[in-house]
């Protein structure tokens, strides 16, 4: 619009230099006027042009946005990944949990102080009050220890970026092939790690649960 505009102003422009000139031949007034009329309208096509170009170029410009953002998605999902944990642990309110670590230290960084007895002699489960996360511990030689962490929160994630709610086809782009597969009666995919093992368990077409299970010492 502006350009037209212009083009406009500069013919008219040229309308009064003519006139102010003090010309002396009407003929050759009409005869400038009319050259300038048809420069004007020559003039005028070429904003239409530019702007079908206009619209074109912000066409590319859209689409290249497009492939902008979804590359950006890409990348913020990919920076869901924690590299600096191990894979027996995740983050839950700001704090790193390990299954191999301290009973005591991961129910007071959980808020899990709900004691229920389990259903195995000896073992204990312990809640924070959300039904979020369950802390299995069993006793061995009269002391109670961390045995397995149950996730049922959809906001914690693995290691991995792997979080309740997420497919089957999820885990396996990001842990591969099982170890085991356990066809109870929900779907269990079992993968092994030193000293811990982790267990999805999978309704329908959803992960419903993430366990975090330690490995008994080996007898030598």
Known sequence: ?????????????????????????SEAGKTDLFETAETTEVTEDKPALESEDTVKTDDLGAESN????????????????????????????????SILGDLQTTLDDLGADKKADGDVTGEHIYTNGKDDIEVVAREVEGKEELAQIIIHDKSVKTSRGIAVGDTEDDIHDKYGDPNDVIPVDSLILNYNFDGCSIMFTIDGTEISSIAYMKKAPVEE
């Open 1 to 25: 619009m502006k350009k037209r505009i212009l083009a406009l102003t500069f013919a008219s422009a040229m309308v009064l230099s003519i006139v102010g000139c003090g010309s002396t031949s």
């Open 66 to 97: 497009i492939e902008t953002d979804e590359i950006s998605q890409k990348e913020t999902a990919d920076s869901e990944v924690n590299s600096d944990l191990e894979p027996n642990s995740f983050m839950y309110d700001g704090k790193i949990i």
